[in-house]
């Protein structure tokens, strides 16, 4: 199971895209509301009813904690319950991936240390002793970092490459005519 947290604020496509590319390659993924109300707005006040609220997410079953980026990364940081699941998923090997903004609140966890990571650019100095790369997309270990908006379809793909195969990314490439 994926769980992408959503906090007033996030960035739509940041997490609507790499959440229908995991649903095409056919894995489970909850959107989870980290606040009380399933009700969560974007960025472009784009409203997103959740699956769950935070506190329904079964870390037993979390295979991958995704934070997607946007104003809605501070919510994320100034969470307890979400540096909890953070440092649950750290501690039984689970995946984490955040995308834009968001690789600065594992960053300051010092989650990303001489680590290969991307962010949105003003946002490496949160990323502390990490490598950072200028690509669409990254992972090193069970750390995926995107870059930002643009990069969103990459960061949704290299999770379903590490999930599922690369077979089945490119399958689901080829059915969204991303190569095209």
Same mark, same amino acid.
């Given at each position: 199971?994926?769980?992408?947290l959503?906090?007033?604020g996030?960035e739509?496509?940041?997490a609507?895209?790499p959440?229908?590319?995991m649903r095409r390659?056919? /894995?489970?993924?909850?959107?989870v509301?980290i ?8 960025s ?9 609220t935070?506190d ?6 979390m295979e991958l904690l ?7 990364h501070?919510?994320?940081?100034a969470s ?8 649950e998923a750290l501690?039984?090997?689970k995946?984490i991936?955040?995308?834009?903004a ?5 960053? =300051?966890?010092?989650?990303l240390?001489?680590?290969k990571?991307?962010c949105?650019p003003g946002y490496?100095?949160?990323c502390?002793?990490a490598?950072i790369v200028?690509? =669409?997309?990254?992972?090193?270990g =069970?750390i995926?970092t995107?870059?930002?908006?643009g990069?969103?379809?990459d960061?949704?793909?290299?999770m379903?490459?590490?999930?599922k195969?690369k ?6 490439k080829? /059915?969204?005519?991303?190569n095209?």
């Open positions: 199971m994926v769980y992408v959503f906090a007033d996030f739509e496509v940041e609507i895209e959440i229908d590319i390659a056919g /894995i489970d993924v909850k959107t509301s606040s009380d109300s399933k009700t969560v707005t974007g472009h006040n784009i409203p997103v009813i959740t699956d769950v935070i329904d997410v079964n870390i037993d079953d995704m934070l997607p980026g946007g104003s809605g501070q919510l994320l940081d307890a319950k979400v540096h909890s699941l953070i440092n501690v039984r090997g995946y991936s955040a995308i834009c968001s690789p600065s609140v594992i960053g =300051k966890k010092q989650m240390m001489g680590k990571a991307t949105f490496e100095k949160y502390y002793g490598d200028r690509d =669409k997309a990254v992972i090193d =069970k995926i995107g870059r930002g908006a990069a969103a379809s960061f949704g793909f290299l379903v490459s590490v999930l195969d077979d089945t990314a490119e399958k689901v080829e /059915i969204m005519q991303y095209d």
